[in-house]
């Protein structure tokens, strides 16, 4: 009878409506968790890059320290050779002398 086609429609569609509203309920569980993960992701990226400039500051401050050893190592070097000539000098007049004598 129309009466009992109605009644089935009605619970036909009340049991659509709690599907839709069932799956409105995951869709806005799976929305709230791909915004978590989102903001995860981008603390972790934050992170990540704050953390890589750190190394590249460090290997800044590295690099420039290794420079100025390299360049306190010539003067070191410059001297020691200034030396040895000064050295070598010394040691032909302290011969030509004993030549003389």
Do not use: N, P
């Amino acid at each position: 009878s129309t009466t009992q086609d109605l009644k089935r429609t009605s619970a036909a569609l009340e049991a659509t409506q709690a599907d839709l509203s069932a799956a409105k309920a995951r869709l806005q569980d799976a929305l709230t968790e791909s915004m978590r993960a989102q903001f995860a992701y981008s603390a972790d990226i934050a992170e990540l890059k704050a953390e890589l400039a750190k190394s590249a500051e460090g290997l800044e401050r590295s690099s420039a320290a290794l420079e100025a050893s390299k360049a306190d190592l010539g003067k070191q070097q410059q001297a020691a050779k200034e030396e040895q000539v000064a050295a070598a000098r010394e040691l032909m007049r302290l011969e030509e002398l004993s030549k003389d004598a």
